[in-house]
Structure formats: C-alpha cells, structure tokens
C-alpha cells in the first residue's frame, strides 16, 4: 500500500507543478490583455497595443532605459454611456519612469480611437 501512495503523491505534485506552470505561462502571455478587457470592455486591446507599443519606442526608451514595470489606471469611471475615456499607465525604466495619459474617444460608427497623448518622464 505504502509504494502505491507514493507514486500518486509524485505524479499529483507534478500535475500541480505543471498546471501552476501554464496559469504562470497564461498570465503572463494573455493575462494583461484578459483583465484590460475584462475592466474596460472593447477599448481594452486599443490600450493593451499602445501600452506594448510604448514599451518598446525607441523615443521613450532612449529616456527610461529598459522598461522593468507598468502599471494602468482609469483616470475616470467607466459607464455604459461614457464615450469617452482617460487612461494612464506608469513605465518604470532603468534611469527614468515614464507616465503616459491617453484620451480615447468612441467616434459614432462604435470604434474607440485615440485621440489625444500625454507622456511625462521622471528621474
């Protein structure tokens, strides 16, 4: 009896080592992406591709270093009838951080676009 247990405690340390694994792998691939659109709905992606895409500017990074950190907020709340929207998100680089506000706005065929940005750099 006793060898039979053993190899179950084996093979369900592993599953659970494996599964731990692929929710770290999930979250940290899609999980951004997952709770942006989760809190903003359909601007969610248009904020998760500037978000990506301010972590990587040449013109940003030329300032901050490599980016180590980001961080988003709503500056606003959100409702079923807001078309507007002010968002900003925190880049913390090697020499320097960078804090970016972005205006978004739902034009009348239903896309949200940015329409406005703001970048602010700190030592």
Known sequence: ??????????????????????????????????????VLGEPGKLVNEAMNSARVSPRITSRTGRITARNFKVEND?????????????????RADAAIKIWMTKRPSGNWEIVKSDTLFTR
């Open 1 to 38: 009896m006793q060898p039979e247990s053993r190899r179950f405690q084996y093979w369900g340390y592993l599953l659970v080592g494996a599964l731990v694994f692929a929710a770290y792998l999930f979250i940290r691939t899609k999980g951004q992406e997952t709770v942006l659109k989760a």
């Open 78 to 94: 959100m409702s079923a009838t807001k078309d507007t929207l002010i968002f900003r998100f925190l880049l913390d680089g090697e």
